[in-house]
């Protein structure tokens, strides 16, 4: 049956609407499985001004049966094996016959009692109280209060309206109010409108002049900017953000498209967009990747037949445009040289210094990378660099566009005439900003923002930083999954853990927790953030688990490790395998380490396996170290025959303490080998992820 939740409110930031609609899928998934109620589909969409909750829900909740246990058996039955007194008093009390007693086993024994069927309530009766807990769930950055009443919002709410089957559902939710219809485009019809299906709720809303699908609102805007853009043969800078805040932002879609003197074009596509982006939300017109000098926008409008929209936007954009050239013309006037000095005045962190210290500390890091990854040739760009990429803070253009940061020290870099490489270095170190941007293309570029990333990202957490939950003001998960994602994108082969070290020896005493701690949460820290994503890029929990559990010291290793294991899991040899490395783990639990001698062995089967170790060893070390984990994987395969042999043929637990220990330290050289591949022990086998998924 069709469940229709709509919760209008004032306009709401497209970043609240995104966390909205998580959160209102993610609550009622949740809530309407605790009540059984099973749910054949759902979704959430709107705009900035709704909420929609849609879904199709069974008519009444699961039915349910489960079992009431009463007295143990030798209590509830006489010497005769009749039902006694006790296993009577029970029926009664129970109100049922004791012909439906019967005896069930429980891991205590055996108990008397009877199945109870409890017969499932009707959805219109259990939905106000689910849509109350969710409602009382949500949360956003920033909450309203707009009333006497307790409760906050993200901004004001207006109205709800709530239809279960197409009748409207009574619902009392704080002192919001509620009513059985919905209302028009806040503009152009604000009048009240009464609907029994999503069917019919789409459709008197479009003739209200409100579109409620966001992919069809998507598809205006973007075919009215074609239309629009025909005139000058132009098409849409990308800017997937701007469209989808815009999106959001509107409900019935106008296009218009405006111009601005060509004067402005001398300044470089990356500051024009910018100024058209954050300004006005407008979108720049490129052909062949040059700036034209029109502009895109998008109102929540019918019509502009005066065009006073259209002025309005370009009257604003002239001006912002002309500060923007102003800006450039004065801040070329100085020399990113020439600022160097100026950052010992700009303070990075109170604790930790200045941005001219931080720049001190980048130089350092980036020779440090440099010379691990083994590319001495980048070493003097690469110190350019980091000796020049934080001076556009101290930049006009920045201060007025602080999004611009990294973009405009590289801008300027080429207009005054520094290497390319230097340039395109400090452009793109600030990159990736998120999973979904791109990691620098340059290899300098990759390693400045390494540093960049592991040098804030040290300071914060020897200063006590700490991420819990949603919560983290500082981005530290940002810098690390940034850091992760690059070294996998360039296939840079490093030391996690030097690199920690380097840069905590650089911060000196600066740093509240002892150097042993810092790294032992940063690698934790790191630990989780490669976990995340490998789980996003689909990998198996449990193969994660295998490969980081080996290490993850040389990051890149660990990718190449955990996609061998998912190749070698089709292997008709991998879950005997995992069950032997198991064997010798369990045999090895709880015992020292002990020291392997090979004069001690005396039974054929265990040196067969010695000789069949050191064979299999000395071929793959080599592969582990060049990430050739899928050849050595396969090599460690051929450890199984020898394996088995050993354990069919010698007995390990020997009284003699001499073999017994030598054994023991065998097995023990094996598990060590075998670790540098995987943790094996993490491994989870097919069979057993069906019981676990059978238990939850």
């Not at 003001?473 to 940034?482: C, I, V």
């Not at 953030?529 to 290793?557: P, Q, V």
């Not at 020291?595 to 089967?605: G, H, I, Q, R, S």
């Not at 299999?616 to 582990?624: G, R, S, T």
């Amino acid at each position: 049956m069709e469940f229709l939740l709509e919760i209008m409110t004032e306009e709401m930031p497209y970043s609240h609407v995104k966390i909205a609609h998580e959160q209102l899928a993610a609550a009622f998934h949740h809530e309407l499985a605790e009540v059984r109620i099973k749910i054949n589909q759902l979704r959430v969409l709107g705009t900035g001004r709704r909420l929609v909750v849609l879904a199709d829900l069974d008519e009444k909740q699961e039915d349910r049966e489960e079992i009431v246990l009463g007295p143990p058996k030798k209590v509830a039955l006489t010497a005769d094996n009749q039902l006694g007194p006790a296993a009577l008093g029970f029926a009664r009390s129970h109100q049922i016959s004791p012909e439906a007693l019967t005896f069930f086993s429980t891991p205590k024994g055996e108990y008397l009692g009877y199945k109870k069927k409890e017969r499932g309530r009707p959805t219109a009766e259990l939905l106000p109280e689910v849509i109350n807990r969710v409602l009382a769930s949500l949360s956003f950055p920033k909450m309203m209060r707009w009333n006497e009443s307790l409760g906050k919002f993200s901004r004001p709410v207006k109205n709800l309206m709530v239809l279960f089957d197409g009748k409207p559902l009574e619902l009392s939710y704080l002192d919001w109010p509620v009513r059985a219809f919905t209302f028009g485009h806040r503009l152009h019809s604000p009048r009240p409108l009464q609907v029994r299906s999503f069917r019919e709720y789409v459709e008197t809303l479009r003739q209200n002049k409100v579109i409620i699908e966001p992919e069809e609102r998507r598809q205006i805007i973007l075919e009215q900017a074609k239309t629009l853009l025909r005139t000058c043969e132009g098409e849409l800078y990308p800017d997937d953000e701007l469209l989808q805040k815009l999106v959001n932002d509107v409900e019935f879609p106008l296009v218009i498209m405006g111009s601005f003197p060509e004067k402005y074009l001398t300044l470089p596509i990356e500051i024009i967009s910018t100024v058209l982006r954050e300004g006005q939300k407008l979108f720049s017109v490129v052909k062949g990747g040059k700036q034209l000098p029109f502009f895109i926008g998008v109102a929540d409008q019918i019509a502009d037949p005066k065009g006073l929209i259209q002025k309005g936007y370009e009257r604003v954009l002239r001006a912002r445009l002309e500060d923007a050239l102003f800006f450039w013309e004065q801040d070329l006037k100085v020399s990113l040289k020439e600022r160097i000095p100026q950052l010992g005045r700009v303070i990075f962190h109170e604790k930790l210094g200045t941005y001219l210290d931080k720049t001190e500390r980048l130089k350092k890091i980036v020779a440090f990378l440099s010379q691990q990854i083994g590319e001495k040739g980048i070493l003097k760009p690469a110190l350019m660099a980091a000796e020049l990429c934080k001076t556009d803070l101290l930049t006009e253009m920045v201060r007025e566009f602080p999004s611009l940061q990294g973009k405009v020290g590289g801008l300027y870099c080429r207009a005054q005439n520094y290497p390319d490489s230097v340039a395109q270095a400090i452009y793109e170190h600030y990159q990736p900003v998120s999973l979904e941007d791109a990691s620098p293309k340059s290899l300098i570029g990759a390693l400045l923002s390494i540093a960049d990333k592991i040098d804030s990202l040290v300071g914060a957490i020897g200063l006590g930083a700490e991420i819990s939950g949603s919560s983290d003001p500082l981005g530290l998960r940002r810098y690390a999954q940034g850091i992760c994602k690059i070294i996998l994108d360039h296939r840079l082969r490093l030391s996690l853990s030097r690199l920690l070290s380097k840069t905590i020896d650089l911060y000196g005493q600066k740093l509240a927790l002892s150097k042993k701690k810092v790294v032992e949460v940063c690698l934790n820290f790191f630990m989780q953030r490669l976990r995340f994503l490998y789980e996003k890029e689909g990998f198996r929990y449990d193969l994660i688990n295998a490969s980081l559990g080996a290490g993850l010291d040389d990051i890149y290793l660990s990718y190449l490790r955990l996609k061998a294991l998912e190749e070698l899991k089709l292997s008709p040899d991998f879950e005997s395998f995992v069950l032997m490395v198991r064997r010798v783990n369990n045999i090895l639990q709880g015992q020292p380490v002990r020291k392997f001698n090979p004069d001690l062995l005396v039974e054929k089967a265990e040196q067969e396996l010695h000789a069949a170790f050191q064979i299999i060893k000395e071929h793959a070390l080599p592969l582990i170290d060049q990430g050739e984990f899928h050849r050595a994987q396969k090599m460690t395969l051929k450890l199984q025959g020898p394996l088995n042999n050993f354990f069919d043929n010698v007995l390990v637990m020997v009284k003699n303490e001499k073999l017994r220990q030598n054994r023991l330290a065998l097995l023990n050289d094996i598990r060590a080998f075998l670790f540098q591949i995987a943790d094996f022990s993490q491994i989870v086998l097919d069979g057993e992820r069906k019981n676990q998924k059978a238990k939850n």
